[in-house]
């Protein structure tokens, strides 16, 4: 069990590598992309309500009930005529109709809230990857401290086995010592298993369904300059693309109120119909005409669709202030866990030191028979396998909360 996990077969070697293969697998950027793609394509329908339609139909028509009569000329004719065949063309463009232009106007607003919400997203899944890396370069850290840990405990099992033999330790220490081994063994299983997981959470961030390691040649403390350099700093809250994109959405819903009180207005069309028959003479006629449409009564549903834009206006009225209150407080506990973490790191590394001292002390007390009993031997051992273990994860948490209140902060375009 002294001998560390395998490397995984994938292994990240820069930075700029994650964010190439994050930006090329994701599939929340990729989600938000389409989000994009489906509003520029109402933007298009929009469009189409402003431009010329032009509709062609053609119907040909057999009879199967006819008459004939004979006319007074001696021949013969059948009616209704068996076989018809009758075609039309009709082109026809609006003239007036302010509600479509203002729909047109609310599509495109739209999708700036999209292409916001793809800000955000690049955002998000940055901080998740980077999160990702220095929970799998911490867990390989601890992983790395329990063998020390299970190393030392067999050097001192070793030891009160000597001892043992030379009279000057009973059998009990020799179990405690025992035990304090299998502690440590214990302490590497599931070590190892926090690794494996840990790996295949970067794994599944980077879109791959295996473990993903980070090779020695990544330098965490290297990571919050490389994000400052590929992510734009924000000089205001206000600036974040969530609080952009609900105060967008703040303008559509009340382009969407507009658009209803429109509905109410009459439009006006002009019509130009060329069409052709075997039917009657003549044979082809084309006519142009104005046709206007006036709404009178439809059972309401305009007055439903007001009230129901003017409770989403409300909606998202609402929705602005709580984002910008939960952004305040995300800015201001990212900033304080920068803080948190050093003071916390302090305190393990002298913690650390102490249990280190306190290790070799007992120790040696053990080795030259001064009183030191096994159960204090064993103690300061575990003590100071938890405070190495207290110190990593604090040392790699400190670099977590700088990328934390980076982020917090930025926005990461498609150059990073």
Sequence with gaps: MLVELPRPQRELGSWQEALTQLRARSTDLATAYAEVLKAEAQSRIALAALLPTLTGTATATHQLITSETITPSGSTTTSPTPNTLTGSVVLSQGLIDVKSWHDLGTARAAEQVQRLGVQSVKRTMTLSMATAVVTVVTAERVAEINRLSLRSALELLE?????AALGTATGLDVVHAEQNVENARSSIVSGDESLRQAREALGLVLGEPQEVGVAAGIKIDELVTNLSQTCQQLNSLLERPELQAVKQQLKVNERLIRSAELAFMPTLRAQSTLGSSTISYPHTTWNISAVLSVPIWDGGARYGTLRSARASRDEAAYA????????TIEVQQASRSVQVAAQSLEVARKSADLAARNNAMTRMSFQLGQGTTSFELVAASVALQQAQVQMAV?????????????LTMARCSDAS
């Design 320 to 327: 602005i202030e709580a984002k910008r209150r939960s952004i």
């Design 394 to 406: 604090q040392e790699f948490g400190l670099v977590n909360a700088r990328l934390q209140a980076l």
């Design 159 to 163: 030891l009160t086995k000597r001892k």
